[in-house]
């Protein structure tokens, strides 16, 4: 039933690693392909020759077999002293360095074939009316989905627990705001569907599986916004990839461990060995 389901591993769990290293590493083990943190020690989108290293890093994944997806959430590739900032919701003059990173990152997905960019809102300054930061969101947005739509790539929109945008229901009222755009798709991360929902994680997904274009994937508990090895949270993983063979979702399904890089060969291991039974298991999890 979900035989078709690929799965891939973020870098930014492999951050001890250099990026050729935690290729190999990963395409040895098996997986399908790579969730690409543009960051400072992997493919920086702001040091030098960035179209050359691109393309190097290009005919890497392709020797190697491996898809990728490109992530933009590296904590501090724009500010060395403020951890995902600016946003898009910051004020304009600062907020065109987030829009600049992001429409780097549609064109190194381009260069590398990548099957999507996944972004989130960030959070909002203090004291920002709502009204005023849905506007500048969308604001932010527009230039990137016009340079995503230029070069063909898919945007994946990530709700993030503890930023302005947290849910499937404020990804929507995004979209909405921008006329429901063909490219802007969403990320969703399975971990947080069991962080910030009461339904169950099935559901989640069900609710995601029109807008789909990438996944990230890692045990969580409910109310607590931890990155867990599977086995080490509370969801129930077999459901949950038959709830994404159900909606007819075929892109990548990331492992997302950022903090588990001290032993990410390791958990990379166990990780794929983990999915591969629920793959297994999710032929009968209907």
């Given at each position: 039933?979900?035989?078709?389901?690929?799965?891939?591993?973020?870098?930014?769990?492999?951050?001890?690693?250099?990026?050729?290293?935690?290729?190999?590493?990963?395409?040895?083990?098996?997986?399908?392909?790579?969730a690409l943190t543009l960051d400072a020690g992997h493919l920086d989108p702001y040091a030098?020759?960035?179209?050359r290293r691109t393309r190097r890093v290009a005919a890497r994944l392709d020797a190697l077999g491996l898809r990728a997806v490109v992530e933009t959430g590296g904590r501090y590739v724009l500010d060395p002293r403020r951890k995902h900032r600016p946003t898009l919701l910051d004020p304009p003059e600062e907020a065109a360095r987030r829009v600049d990173l992001l429409v780097r990152a549609?064109?190194?997905?381009?260069d590398l074939g990548a099957e999507a960019v996944s972004f989130w809102s960030g959070t909002a300054p203090e004291g920002l009316p709502e009204r005023a930061a849905w506007d500048r969101l969308a604001k932010g947005v527009e230039p990137v989905l016009a340079e995503?739509?230029?070069?063909?790539?898919?945007?994946?929109?990530?709700?993030?627990?503890?930023?302005?945008?947290?849910?499937?229901?404020?990804?929507?009222?995004?979209?909405?705001?921008?006329?429901?755009?063909?490219?802007?798709?969403?990320?969703?991360?399975?971990?947080?569907?069991?962080?910030?929902?009461?339904?169950?994680?099935?559901?989640?997904?069900?609710?995601?599986?029109?807008?789909?274009?990438?996944?990230?994937?890692?045990?969580?508990?409910?109310?607590?916004?931890?990155?867990?090895?599977?086995?080490?949270?509370?969801?129930?993983?077999?459901?949950?990839?038959a709830a994404l063979a159900e909606v007819g979702y075929r892109g990548l399904v990331g492992v997302e461990l950022p903090r588990h890089g001290h032993a990410?060969?390791?958990?990379?291991?166990?990780?794929l060995a983990f999915l591969r039974r629920a793959r297994k298991e999710s032929a009968h999890a209907v």
């Open positions: 039933m979900s035989g078709g389901l690929r799965f891939a591993y973020g870098t930014n769990g492999f951050a001890n690693h250099r990026l050729d290293d935690a290729l190999a590493v990963l395409a040895d083990l098996g997986y399908d392909g790579v030098p020759d960035l179209a549609v064109r190194v997905a381009s995503a739509e230029r070069y063909g790539t898919p945007l994946g929109f990530e709700p993030e627990p503890g930023m302005f945008v947290r849910d499937i229901a404020g990804f929507e009222r995004l979209r909405a705001l921008l006329g429901e755009p063909a490219g802007l798709g969403m990320t969703l991360d399975v971990g947080h569907c069991r962080c910030l929902k009461p339904e169950p994680v099935p559901d989640c997904v069900r609710r995601a599986g029109p807008y789909l274009v990438n996944v990230q994937i890692e045990d969580m508990r409910r109310g607590v916004h931890e990155h867990l090895e599977f086995g080490e949270g509370e969801i129930d993983f077999p459901p949950v990839l990410a060969p390791a958990v990379a291991e166990r990780s």
